[in-house]
């Protein structure tokens, strides 16, 4: 069993940054392959960025590419997403998502994941 605990969320100006944190319990953190979701009003959740259990594969959307970077601290147990210049259609709710993976292995679909956390709210002002 997993939780995750998202933070780091908040109201920003357009071309600024924030930095979102996923802390998750559970001693075997690094077995996980991690997804940033996130879903906008009357969208469908979609998928911003993954990363492996030992960070050796990442994955970005096009849309966040050159912008966003997701990383992971296993010794934390936590997964993180850089943001910078930021833009009004980033606005969304941000979810953590985790999935047991083998080395090397990401997760793609809002169906592949088995752990969410509660999310937390991004809003980025023109």
């Known amino acids: 069993q997993v939780q995750l605990v998202e933070s780091g969320g908040g109201l920003v100006q357009a071309g600024g940054s924030l930095r979102l944190s996923c802390a998750a319990s559970?001693?075997?953190?690094?077995?996980?392959?991690m997804g940033w979701f996130r879903q906008a009003p009357g969208k469908e959740r979609e998928l911003v960025a993954a990363?492996?259990?030992?960070?050796?594969?990442?994955y970005y959307a096009d849309s966040v590419k050159g912008r966003f970077t997701i990383s992971r601290d296993n010794a934390k147990n936590t997964v993180y997403l850089q943001m910078n210049s930021l833009k009004p259609e980033d606005t969304a709710v941000y979810y953590c998502?985790?999935?047991?993976?083998?080395?090397?292995?990401?997760?793609?679909?809002?169906?592949?994941?088995?752990?969410w956390g509660q999310g937390t709210q991004v809003t980025v002002s023109s």
């Open positions: 998502a985790a999935d047991l993976a083998p080395p090397g292995a990401l997760r793609f679909g809002v169906e592949q994941y088995e752990y």
């Open positions: 559970g001693r075997t953190f690094r077995s996980y392959a």
């Open positions: 990363i492996s259990w030992h960070s050796s594969s990442t």
